[in-house]
């Protein structure tokens, strides 16, 4: 019992032993078709298209601030690799096409994010707003380019990202855990982490630290906007098309996944490994729910209903503490 409590006492424990008990729950209400190969390997294609939206949600909520403009962007930068993919003849099966696309999508991720940092730390717009109003931006500009229409016909080597394997390893699964480990690396390991989480604690003290608050949030919305330009590529590849309305339930996911794994929405704290974990719960939660022919509707209450239980539980336990 005291090995229990001690890891009860921690909030990556607490959520270790709900994923561990949602993953039982599941099992037991559709024993053939949750623990099926299929479906665990289904699994693990799916979660890592949302978990790098959370991982750039995450590092925006340490700031106090958040970035709604993720699927926004996730969505454009497809759409442009996309158009790249099927308009730039290449060799072969499309290797040299397909690095181009992936440079040009990254690049129009980090200027996207750069445009979001500008309004907040420059012009000193709320976060809320300015990445609200930006995503409706880019969502506009992916619709103006294909008039709504998906964007289809790629060269093979496009579903490498994201439909291979590498040693019986899904390529999203790779992908996403070598970007949680730089994300964790940066921010516990750099100057920029620390700084981005004095910010986010305490915003009155770094600037008397010296910190250049602007430059920081600049940085902060650039490597948001990488993040989400590569969940992009990993959704166009797995889908094989790109389109402006795709993952529309993954920004309430990715908001839902941070606050669960232990992030403060107000800045501050929050750990890669708590996002991860929250990452294999929601996924357990939702695969089951698949299983259970629970609707999409029906799936949206349950992740606002869990969003706002958890914000009430963590202000609760705050004023308590």
């Known amino acids: 019992m005291p090995a229990l409590q001690r890891i009860l006492s921690t909030t990556e424990g607490r959520l270790a032993v709900i ?15 949750f623990l099926s190969v299929q479906n665990l390997t289904s699994m693990a294609f799916q979660f890592p298209e949302f978990a790098i939206l959370a991982l750039a949600m995450t590092i925006t909520m340490l700031t106090g601030g958040i970035d709604l403009s993720v699927v926004g962007i996730a969505n454009m ?50 976060p809320i707003l300015a990445t609200l109003g930006s995503g409706l931006i880019f969502t506009g ?16 080597a496009t579903a490498w990202i994201g439909n291979s394997t590498v040693l019986g390893i899904p390529t999203p699964v790779i992908v996403f855990a070598l970007l949680a480990l730089g994300v964790s690396l940066v921010l516990t390991r750099t100057g920029f982490g620390i700084k981005l989480r004095m910010f986010g ?36 590849s797995r889908a094989n098309s790109a389109k402006a309305d795709y993952g529309s339930s993954y920004l309430l996911l990715a908001v839902l996944i941070a606050v669960l794994g232990g992030v403060n929405p107000y800045g501050g704290y929050g750990r890669v490994i708590g996002v991860i974990l929250a990452v294999l719960s929601m996924q357990f939660l939702s ?3 698949n299983m259970l022919q629970v609707s999409n509707f029906a799936r949206e209450l349950i992740w606002g209903s ?16």
């Open 19 to 33: 994923a561990f008990g949602v993953f039982i729950a599941m099992a037991l209400l559709s024993p053939d078709k």
């Open 77 to 126: 930068t497809a759409i442009i690799a996309a158009l790249i993919l099927t308009n730039v003849t290449g060799s072969g099966d499309g290797w040299a096409v397909l690095a181009l696309a992936l440079c040009v999508s990254m690049v129009v991720g980090m200027l996207a994010g750069l445009f979001n940092g500008i309004l907040i730390a420059k012009l000193g717009l709320p």
């Open 141 to 156: 500009i992916a619709i103006a380019m294909t008039g709504g229409s998906a964007v289809m016909g790629f060269p093979v």
């Open 201 to 236: 604690t305490n915003p009155l003290a770094a600037r008397y630290a010296a910190v250049n608050i602007d430059a920081m949030l600049i940085k902060v919305y650039i490597f948001s906007g990488a993040l989400a330009a590569t969940s992009g590529m990993v959704v166009m």
């Open 287 to 289: 695969s089951g729910m």
């Open 306 to 321: 869990l969003l706002i239980f958890v914000m009430i539980m963590n202000t609760w336990r705050a004023r308590r503490a």
